[in-house]
Every structure is written in C-alpha cells, then in structure tokens.
C-alpha cells in the first residue's frame, strides 16, 4: 500500500513473474507519476502522426518540407527510441550539431522541434515538453544579409546583353 502523487496504490496481483519486469513496471509508473502508464510511443511514430496533423491543418508544401528534414534528422541522430528516452541532453546534442546553420534558421528549427514535442506532451505520450528547455542562439539584430557593392551592380549591368533581363536584376 502506498501512493504515487495523488493515486492511492492498494496491494494487487500484476501478473508478472519476473522479478526485474516488476521493477521496470514500478520505474515505468515512477516516471510516468502515475500507474496509468500506457505503452511508449516511438519517435518515428510520433513523427509520422505529428506531420499527418499538420497536413491535416493545411500547412503550406514549404513549411511540411521544413518539418520533415528537420525530423527526420532528429529521427537519424537518435535512433530507433522511444519518445521518452529522448531528454534535454539528447536534443542539446543534436542542436550542437547544426554548425553550418545561421542563428536565425537554429532559432526557427528550435521553434519546430518546441512545437513537435508540445504536440506530444497534449497527446499525453510524454511527460513533459524536453524542447522548452533548449536555448536558443544569440541573434545580432545588425546582422544583414550581404549585398553587392555598386562596383558589382555595374558589372552585372556591364554583362547584361538583353534590355529585358535588367528586370529580373532589380
């Protein structure tokens, strides 16, 4: 007899005959903080539901895209796991892989990989959202893409043998 959180656990038979089954039941409700424990669900499952949902909320081809490559890198990185042995630490691992991504796009992929794992936690298949604790890269507000010098829109104008071609310049 006992509790776990607010659910009273009274003496009952689990069926289970082996004795480290047992104790990965009890670790299983311990995590879980109750004894309504249902199976894990794998990330590659969850993957696949979570972009069925956003087809299903009309997301644009672009956006779809996007969120694909960035799952299925994640799904690459870690593994054939469950959602709940993916922690902070995992996605921190796999966030301090994106060397040749710009702040903003590693803001906008931390962005998608918070959303995801939202979406898992409201569907009960993870405790908590793991994402929300990533933090996210110093953005230098003056940082500006580059543009030409007007010495290289002269010689772009220069190498220009069509009038016409000069709109799709400007």
Request: aromatic share 8%.
């Amino acid at each position: 007899e006992g509790t776990l959180g607010q659910e009273v656990i009274k003496p009952r038979s689990l069926n289970l005959t082996d004795w480290s089954a047992a104790s990965k039941l009890k670790t299983q409700w311990e995590a879980a903080g109750t004894t309504k424990v249902t199976e894990q669900k794998r990330l590659k499952d969850a993957i696949e539901r979570y972009l069925a949902n956003c087809k299903a909320r009309k997301q644009s081809a672009s956006t779809l895209y996007k969120k694909e490559k960035l799952l299925g890198a994640l799904q690459r990185f870690a593994g054939d796991v469950t959602l709940n042995q993916i922690d902070l630490d995992t996605l921190t691992q796999f966030q301090e892989g994106w060397t040749t991504w710009g702040a903003l796009l590693q803001v906008k992929q931390v962005e998608r990989l918070r959303h995801f794992f939202k979406f898992c936690f409201k569907n009960k298949w993870v405790p908590e959202n793991v994402a929300e604790g990533l933090e996210l890269p110093e953005v230098d507000p003056n940082d500006k893409p580059p543009v030409f010098t007007d010495d290289e829109l002269d010689k772009i104008h220069r190498t220009i043998k069509r009038p016409i071609m000069r709109a799709f310049i400007l």
